[in-house]
């Protein structure tokens, strides 16, 4: 029996369907990149389905109340009540839509491995309902390798070509949590993909929603391009936490050293010192390399020492602590301790890898009594510790013997909490600029 193929005019007809915005879209994946994206499509006037395992995110997208910082409830409502946004568990909708982007997790396994489960349960998923003239682009962070290695094999078992009766393209989430300058519409979007056709159809698509869309060779310069770009700054971040060490030693204020190097407009930019790395990006990408690397007998040095340096930060910052606590004749055991911001970055409600979760640990094995703060994330439920954020009142922060700044959100009252704290470690150079005797910071 002879194969149904795509035929030129099918081909034209798929390009039409996306240029004319009649093209129907699938988000596998509703999480910090799946439902912005899916989000921006459906303001664009596309129709989305957003597919998730997670019953309780489907059922919260249904009734427009959002779980993410960066999307309002209102908003994420009207895409919903206008008919734009549909979130289901239903895999079968893979069938009905015409371009299926890919955004689950890729974690890392307990011994820092690439952890792919994610990546092969969704392509299993698409290849259970693969047809003639899918777009299939996978967003998740990987390794180089992946899209050609593992997603290309797993949809090709379904006797489809690439290029000829399907398209798969990798195209890397820039999104920056928290930002408020770069969105999806002003970040570059960059695809990759296996087909020169692949690449052109998803760069069709993007253009909806990205103001511009770069087109590499391959999958692998995008997928390479993603962990570079999250290596950079794992590397620098690192870099500048060894530069605010070298400065304690040597009395020099750091933070005045990156004003100052700021200053320099080309072949310079600024990093900052802090307590480590976190969020679902920064501290895993580089392992995902520096696996792929290992394949081909190489060693990525550089790259698994800067993440040796920002996780070992936060027991630098227990260090300080403890010497900070010196400083008014106290130990660390029993000292009354607060945390104020626990997400790995200010003004998003992240706590993945975020180093607080190290830091509190670190201190509740020095038997101090920690409690912490943090608007956006109301408990903390850990293998070794569970707490639960306190109500932050003008005189609360007098209470404690010491008050630890690893999130500088926005909505703190910094003047007012250097006034009432009798001791402040900050890890983030908030406080720079207030005089105040109280005050220790990172880097000084
Ligand atoms: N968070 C970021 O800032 C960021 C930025 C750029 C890239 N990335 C990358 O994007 C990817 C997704 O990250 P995230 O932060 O959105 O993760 P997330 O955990 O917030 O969301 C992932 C979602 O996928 C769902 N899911 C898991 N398996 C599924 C399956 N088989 N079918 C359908 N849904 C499934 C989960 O329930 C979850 O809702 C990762 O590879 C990450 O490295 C993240």
């Known amino acids: 029996m002879a194969r149904a193929e795509l035929t030129v005019n099918d081909l034209r007809n798929i390009e039409g369907r996306i240029k004319d915005k009649s093209a129907e879209i699938g988000i596998v994946g509703l999480g910090y990149v799946g439902l912005p994206l899916a989000l921006a499509f459906a303001e664009a006037g596309f129709n989305v389905t957003g597919i998730d395992t997670d019953k309780g995110r489907v059922n ?54 690439p952890d792919l489960t994610y990546i092969v349960s969704a392509t299993n998923d698409i290849a259970r309902y693969l047809r003639l003239g899918h777009l299939v682009i996978l967003e998740s962070t990987t390794y180089p390798g992946t899209t050609r290695e593992i997603v290309l094999p797993l949809l090709e078992s379904t006797g489809l070509r690439v290029g000829v009766d399907y398209f798969l393209t990798f195209s890397p989430e820039r999104v920056d949590p928290g930002s408020k300058n770069f969105t999806i519409r002003n970040t570059p979007k960059v695809v990759g993909g296996m087909d020169p056709r692949s690449t052109k159809l998803a760069a069709l698509l993007y253009g909806h ?21 999250n290596v950079f700054r794992s590397v620098n971040i690192a870099l500048v936490n060894e530069l605010a060490k070298l400065c304690e030693k040597m009395n020099i204020n750091v933070w005045e050293v990156i004003k100052s190097a700021s200053s320099k407009p080309f072949g310079y930019m600024p990093f900052y010192p802090g307590p480590g790395v976190g969020g679902h990006c920064i501290p895993l990408d580089p392992y995902y390399l520096a696996s792929k690397a290992r394949q081909y007998f190489f060693h990525t040095r550089f790259i698994e020492l800067a993440a040796e340096i920002n996780e070992t930060m936060p027991e630098y910052i227990v260090e300080r602590i403890i010497g900070a606590l010196n400083t008014i004749s106290k130990s660390v055991k029993g000292a009354k301790i607060l945390i104020l911001g626990v997400a790995y970055k200010k003004d998003i409600e992240d706590v993945r890898e975020s180093p607080a979760l190290r830091v509190i640990e670190l201190l509740l094995e020095r038997k101090a009594a920690v409690h912490y703060h943090d608007p956006y994330i109301p408990d903390l439920k850990e293998e070794s510790f569970k707490l639960k954020s306190i109500k932050l009142e003008k005189k609360t922060v007098g209470n404690y013997d010491c008050v630890v700044i690893l999130a500088d959100h926005s909505c703190y009252d910094l003047n007012s909490i250097v006034r009432e704290a009798k001791l402040i470690f900050d890890t983030r150079g908030c406080t720079v600029g207030i005089k105040s005797d109280n005050i220790i910071r990172l880097g000084e």
Not at 82 to 111: E, M, W, Y
Not at 210 to 224: G, Q, R, W
């Open 60 to 113: 919260k997208i249904i009734r427009g109340i959002s779980y993410l910082l960066d999307i309002a409830s209102p908003r994420l409502k009207k895409a919903v009540s206008g008919g734009r946004l549909k979130a289901t568990l239903s895999r079968s909708d893979l069938r009905r839509v015409d371009t299926i982007i890919i955004c689950v997790p890729t974690p890392l396994t307990k011994t820092k491995e």
């Open 209 to 229: 929603v990205s103001d511009k869309v770069l087109e590499v060779s391959t999958p692998e310069v995008a997928e390479m391009d993603k962990v570079f770009e």
